[in-house]
């Protein structure tokens, strides 16, 4: 049996030098935050953040990802991707994110060929290897590395290594597309994802860091830790509101409780 590195972040940092230059796939999550970090502290200006922008990414979620950016002072660009023009993408069956990650993938092969950077690299870690991920075949495709896997991170050493460095994300909650809660086979629309979008951000706002609001047409079934079943009880009647001022004329909490990735169990798909 091997044993981990000790520092296994002295191990990322020798990868992304060998390297020599790199483009990372930036969401703003701790794990592509954490990624870029390293790679600022590595390469410098030869390392570059790349945000892509969608109707499936949620205000908030761009917002913060441009704050950190600028606050640590990395090279950076936006993009925009265009899956929601793929009907492959929009019929979202279980290969969705394949053709998400494709679309954004693609794009910053061809935005590495134009400025001559080497590689593209994603914050694909250990864990994500167990799940499923239709995306990392995107990856394999394009030939995108994912270093945090090749250094043996898994998402609670991730989080370690991002508090060390004081990064604002090192505990922010996962945050999946919004595409990711419509059921299977529901047509992603812009329409389905701002009602997802405007619903999270209010619930957000009043202090339920961690919720999923699943869309089915015009009910909404909310997703979110069951220590929290109490103060959603006690907002009840002005979240039913608010929400039908979205689109939604119907609104249920999920007594089973926040479950990343429960529509991937609804739709019998295992890790």
């Not at 799940?131 to 991730?158: C, Q, W």
């Not at 597309?177 to 994802?193: D, F, I, N, Q, W």
């Not at 089973?256 to 890790?271: E, M, Q, T």
Request: hydrophobic residues 35%; proline residues 3%.
């Amino acid at each position: 049996m091997t044993t981990k590195i000790i520092n296994i972040e002295e191990n990322l940092k020798k990868i992304i030098s060998d390297m020599g230059n790199v483009i990372v796939a930036y969401s703003g999550g701790v794990d592509s935050s954490y990624l870029m970090d390293v790679s600022n502290d590595v390469l410098g200006d030869k390392a570059l953040a790349v945000m892509s922008f969608s109707p499936s990414v949620a205000e908030d979620d761009r917002q913060d990802a441009v704050n950190l950016a600028k606050k640590k002072n990395w090279n950076y660009k936006i993009i925009n991707t265009q899956e929601m023009e793929d009907e492959n993408y929009v019929k979202n069956d279980i290969n969705r994110c394949f053709f998400c990650k494709d679309e954004l993938y693609g794009k910053l092969v061809e935005l590495s060929d134009e400025l001559d950077f080497d590689w593209v690299l994603n914050g694909s870690n250990l864990d994500d290897k167990g799940d499923y991920r239709p995306g990392m075949n995107a990856a394999k495709l394009h030939k995108v590395r994912s270093p945090l896997i090749e250094a043996e991170f898994t998402k609670k050493d991730i989080r370690e290594y991002a508090e060390k460095r004081n990064l604002d994300t090192w505990d922010k909650p996962a945050s999946p597309c919004l595409s990711s809660r419509l059921p299977y086979g529901t047509k992603v629309t812009m329409e389905a994802l701002l009602m997802v979008s405007k619903s999270e951000k209010y619930l957000r706002s009043l202090g339920f860091r961690i919720v999923r609001v699943r869309h089915y047409d015009q009910k909404a079934l909310i997703e979110i830790p069951k220590d929290k079943f109490s103060e959603y009880k006690s907002n009840k009647n002005k979240i039913v509101k608010t929400l039908a001022s979205y689109g939604y004329s119907e609104v249920e909490l999920d007594n089973n409780g926040f479950r990343s990735g429960s529509l991937n169990l609804k739709a019998g798909i295992k890790k």
